[in-house]
């Protein structure tokens, strides 16, 4: 089996080492994660009769950067891309 693995970018697919490729799923699926906590916190922000976007904005920014939020979402990321993973590799066999 190779270490490299193709990586979709664009119209382009790249040759890069599996490490690389799992490490940047694992940012993808964090930062898609924290984006959506994002619209969750600002939009029930704005629905507050007291609250905005400018209050949900900083309810996030005090939740991201909480010593257990972040890490939590990271490794759900993990977890997930290695599940993901592991289960391709066994219907492939």
Known sequence: MSDRTMLAVGANKLSVPRLVKRTLQVA??????????????????????????????????????????????????????AYLTWERNREKR
């Open 28 to 81: 993808v699926a964090t930062a898609l994660t924290a984006g959506v906590l994002f619209v969750i916190v600002v939009a029930n922000g704005m629905l507050l009769a007291r609250g905005g976007a400018t209050q949900g904005f900083g309810l996030w920014l005090t939740l991201i950067g909480r010593s257990d939020v972040l890490p939590m979402i990271m490794l759900t990321s993990v977890v997930t891309i």
